[in-house]
């Protein structure tokens, strides 16, 4: 069962486009989100594998979502309204919450190197014990540092121990920053890593990184505000599928986007 809802997640030449909408837990009806099914039509027109987002959205907008994969966050940080902590996580929702709305796979964030590194951990490798006597997947976020960590906390090793360190507690597959290095993490374990998208950014270097990823051994992407904060999400999604996918340039890429 576990191999069957991966299926539905990685496309048939094994990689993925997930489109990451669960900003909503943080920060509400951020730009661009303020209309989820509008939001969630453009980028399942343009072409995504996958949408990861919040146990609402999912089960409000079941007809929206159609048949893409569905990945639903177990978890989640403070909102704006408080004091964000690079430390702070709370676990929300279990494996059988996932599996009463049909969700192909279940997300837990783990933050190696940050204050609260053990009970994260320990979080992760227990929901997926769980999921597993279910035949659900695990996707592992795992972030060196916590959320708020700098570029010191998230080098090339760093980021290597914690993709290996979310794999060895079991997850199928991980979510994890881009580094300019990334086939030292892509073989440094064992399950298939895509790489998160963080702040809206330069379309070119976001594409750029894609596409280095995928040749570093990457098995795709997970990405929220760089598509639905862009002028065109549909197009946005179309081009980072045209590089997952296609193996397209990044020149490529920028002319579905723009074209």
């Avoid at 121990?161 to 073989?187: H, M, N, Q």
């Avoid at 963080?198 to 795709?220: C, P, T, V, W």
Wanted: hydrophobic share 45%.
């Amino acid at each position: 069962m576990t191999i069957r809802r991966l299926s539905r997640i990685f496309a048939s030449d094994g990689r993925t486009v997930i489109i990451a909408l669960d900003h909503g837990l943080i920060d509400g009806p951020c730009e661009g989100f303020e209309d989820p099914a509008t939001t969630i039509s453009a980028v399942i027109s343009g072409g995504a594998d996958a949408i990861l987002t919040s146990f609402g959205i999912a089960e409000r907008f079941a007809a929206e979502l159609g048949n893409v994969g569905l990945i639903v966050r177990s978890d989640g940080a403070e909102t704006n309204l408080g004091q964000p902590s690079a430390g702070s996580l709370s676990q929300f929702f279990g494996p059988m919450d996932a599996l009463r709305i049909g969700a192909d796979a279940l997300v837990v964030t783990a933050m190696p190197g940050s204050d609260r590194e053990a009970s994260t951990l320990e979080t992760l490798a227990n929901v997926t014990s769980e999921a597993h006597r279910w035949g659900l997947p695990v996707l592992g976020e795992m972030v060196p540092g916590g959320f708020n960590s700098g570029p010191e906390t998230r080098g090339t090793e760093a980021i290597a121990l914690a993709v290996r360190l979310g794999a060895e507690l079991g997850a199928d597959f991980i979510k994890a920053p881009y580094c300019d290095d990334y086939g030292s993490v892509t073989s440094s374990t064992f399950v298939p890593v895509v790489i998160l998208g963080g702040a809206k950014g330069d379309e070119r270097l976001m594409l750029s990184n894609i596409h280095a990823a995928i040749a570093a051994g990457a098995k795709g992407v997970a990405i929220g505000r760089n598509v639905f904060q862009c002028d065109d999400p549909e197009a946005m999604t179309r081009s980072i599928v045209a590089i997952v996918h296609g193996n397209a340039s990044v020149d490529d890429a920028l002319s579905i986007l723009h074209g």
